[in-house]
């Protein structure tokens, strides 16, 4: 007896990631409120013209919404995929790349005024490899602990769009600002290299 196939039909396939799409969009316009702490799928269903069980049925819990969002996000914000920082020597890299694709959206300013909890959730699901990338690539450079703590903290703190906005609003100029991120961060690494130096040779004169 032979198996019977499932019928697939790419103009209902289509018509699912269209209504998939449109949720996520409505979603993601949510955000933009400073006071929001949860997504709504009733206010995502009437902005799509759907019901909200579709919308349920395509994102059954909050926690399935919020990973959609942040995969959502990134295939905007980084289309071509990015890869994380491979080392210390690939960070000014990293950085670069990271903050030329972010600015190629305009959403990125309006979310990094929101603030909302819900949206932090989001970025954070969004950023944990590559802040993990980051943190590895310090502590691989083996200098003194202040020294990985404060060149760490510093680096996160520059790794996200809302630091890019910031330079813009002091004056730099959007094109300027990837490259002057990625000299910065050459410059503390290679600080945090000197320390590490510094370290190795005291230890091998003692």
């Known amino acids: ?35 929001r702490t949860t997504l709504s799928p009733s206010e995502a269903a009437r902005s799509a013209g759907i019901s909200v069980r579709t919308v349920h ?58 603030g909302s909890p819900v949206w932090r959730e989001v970025r954070q699901r969004r950023r944990a490899e590559r802040l993990d990338a980051i943190r590895r690539s310090v502590a691989a450079i083996g200098a003194p602990r202040q020294a990985t703590e404060e060149a760490a903290a510093m680096l996160l703190s520059m790794s996200g769009a809302d630091f890019t906005w910031t330079m813009y609003d002091y004056g730099l100029p959007i094109d300027w600002i990837p490259d002057a991120i990625a000299r910065t961060v050459r410059l503390i690494v290679d600080d945090l290299q000197a320390a590490a130096e510094r370290r190795q040779r005291r230890h091998s004169a003692g």
């Open 1 to 35: 007896m032979k198996a019977s196939r499932r019928y697939v039909s790419p103009k209902r396939e289509a018509q699912a990631a269209a209504t998939r799409e449109a949720i996520l969009q409505a979603f993601a316009e949510q955000l933009s409120s400073p006071d």
């Open 57 to 114: 049925m395509h994102f059954p819990t909050a926690d399935d919404q919020i990973i959609a969002l942040a995969e959502w996000f990134d295939s905007r914000f980084y289309p071509e995929g990015i890869q994380v920082a491979q080392g210390p020597d690939d960070l000014a890299r990293y950085f670069r790349e990271v903050h030329e694709r972010a600015l190629r959206w305009p959403l990125t300013r309006a979310l990094t005024s929101a």
